[in-house]
């Protein structure tokens, strides 16, 4: 197994923005290997992408394509625009990426929010004190919008050396397989791979000797067409939009990558990607915005296999795929939330609860993550009733309360409950006591309890499973139900033998009429509170 260390890795070690997007002062610490940003909807974990993205291409006419009104935090442009609009308060944005020790003269210094000297890269956009007096002139007037047309943007080292594209310090590739634009995601992909690849030196002379074939294609094709018009004559583009870089593809086989299924392209641009063709122009960064869309379930084995299998490199995964997340390793985890700025690291989450997750079939795991307020049940029958029995207590649905039922099995409640001890997600557990509720309720639990963890059950240990509770609150429901079916067994043997039919039927035919038992009532009472 490699070393970071070993392979001279260039990494980035933290990132912080402010006013970029969602982030007004963010500071967010990265793995050496593998970072999986995960967060609800608007949680800004496309954005980090993007910042990574912007900031190692160091290229001005990105930035101007996506336009600083994108880029903004829309909170403090209101903000200042809804006060006395002074030229000293108008906001900037800037993003740093902190880098390990690169050996690089260059890149180290003191140019960074926290006049540190250490490694890395700041991408700013600051008012031009060149127009002053044009913003002055702007602000000055009650009707008017804010003055991004006057902001400089730039791209320095620490160091305080200026860069751009032709003299990045990391390569990194970025594959987003969530964008709509399919087109427009794979020319870009493209580019970046062609980047990847090729030195300046021989950029350069590709795109010389791609303009000298197009005017001798011109000449020579078009010669006896442009000699019968008078006025005008027919020609290839030459601007920026038609050059080499624009008209390239890549092809397996004799298939362009622009042809193929979305799965077969995700999967053909990551390893792409990775491979090692070319390792004097391997890539430093890999940035994958949900790797998971439209591959199947075999294809995101296959894509998993891939990236684990990279060496020296580091990788920026965004992500809502329970597999994609256990596979590569919870603790890799950086949790993002819509309502907050502050990232959670699951690092701290022990080893064999990682290693459970990464081996089991398990496939609520995010939902857990993601969950604000969730009730942790055994099987399948509980969670068959739960939403009736929530229901009957709260007279509201789960999701109009944001609450989450979850079936775990006995085994996994403590695997659950030590990512959310890290994550402060409130839990209510509902157990079996299994004939012994001391030791399998209380005393099992006993470092796990908080204000925001609570284990409930039956203290009866006579009543040691689910159905056995739920039958003796609803006695006459369940023999109505039930009695035609036993034959030589009890109403409560058959319950006990046929658990998820039961709860079936229980919630099919008599969901309004249903009894809530004490401990099932408690838990739903605490989770609400």
């Not at 890149?107 to 991408?123: A, H, K, P, Q, V």
């Amino acid at each position: 197994m490699y070393t970071f260390e070993e392979y001279k890795v260039k990494l980035i070690k933290k990132i912080k923005m402010k006013n970029f997007k969602k982030f007004k002062n963010s500071e967010i610490y990265f793995n050496d290997n593998f970072n999986m940003l995960i967060g609800d909807n608007e949680s800004g974990k496309s954005s980090i992408l993007q910042a990574i993205d912007l900031i190692i291409s160091g290229s001005r006419s990105n930035i101007e394509n996506i336009g600083l009104e994108s880029l903004f935090n829309t909170e403090i442009i209101k903000e200042f625009m809804s006060k006395e609009k002074n030229y000293k308060n108008l906001p900037e944005l800037y993003v740093e990426i902190y880098l390990n020790e690169q050996e690089n003269f260059k890149l180290n210094g003191n140019y960074n929010s926290e006049d540190t000297i250490c490694d890395g890269l700041r991408f700013e956009c600051l008012p031009n004190d060149d127009y002053s007096d044009e913003i002055l002139e702007l602000l000055s007037d009650d009707d008017t919008c804010f003055p991004f047309e006057y902001y400089s943007i730039s791209f320095k080292t620490f160091g305080g050396d200026p860069y751009n594209g032709y003299n990045k310090y990391l390569r990194k590739i970025f594959i987003d397989n969530s964008s709509i634009n399919d087109e427009y995601a794979t020319s870009m992909y493209i580019k970046d791979v062609y980047a990847k690849n090729v030195s300046p030196k021989q950029k350069a002379k590709h795109q010389s000797e791609y303009r000298k074939y197009k005017s001798a294609y011109v000449n020579k094709i078009f010669k006896t067409l442009n000699g019968s018009l008078e006025d005008y004559s027919f020609d290839l583009k030459t601007d920026r939009r038609s050059n080499l870089e624009n008209d390239l593809s890549i092809k397996q086989g004799e298939i362009f990558i622009n042809n193929m299924g979305q799965g077969k392209k995700s999967l053909i641009k990551t390893e792409f990607a990775l491979s090692k063709s070319n390792p004097e122009n391997d890539i430093d960064t890999l940035l994958l915005e949900e790797p998971e869309n439209h591959l199947s379930h075999i294809n995101m084995n296959k894509l998993i296999n891939i990236i684990l299998q990279v060496e020296s490199k580091q990788i920026f995964i965004a992500t809502h795929n329970n597999m994609i997340s256990r596979r590569l390793d919870l603790r890799n985890v950086i949790m993002l939330n819509s309502s907050s700025e502050k990232s959670i690291s699951l690092k701290s989450i022990p080893d064999d609860t990682a290693k459970f997750f990464m081996k089991s079939s398990d496939n609520n795991i995010l939902d857990y993550i993601l969950s604000k307020k969730v009730i942790l049940v055994e099987g399948d029958a509980e969670y068959i009733l739960m939403e009736s029995f929530y229901n009957r207590v709260t007279g509201n649905k789960l999701c109009e309360n944001d609450i989450h039922i979850i079936s775990v099995g006995g085994i996994s409640f403590k695997r659950y409950l030590d990512i959310g001890r890290v994550i402060g997600i409130k839990t209510a557990v509902i157990r079996d006591n299994d004939k012994d509720y001391k030791k399998n309720c209380i005393d099992l639990y006993t470092e796990y309890i908080d204000d925001n963890i609570k284990i409930f059950y039956d203290d009866n240990n006579r009543n040691y499973t689910f159905e056995i509770n739920v039958y003796k609150a609803n006695k006459d429901i369940c023999d109505e139900l039930f009695s035609p079916r036993r034959k030589t067994l009890t109403v409560q043997e058959y319950m006990l033998k046929n658990k998820s039919e039961v709860a079936f039927q229980m919630l099919d035919k008599k969901s309004n009429k249903l009894k809530v038992p004490n401990h099932i009532r408690e838990a739903i009472e605490w989770i609400n509170d």
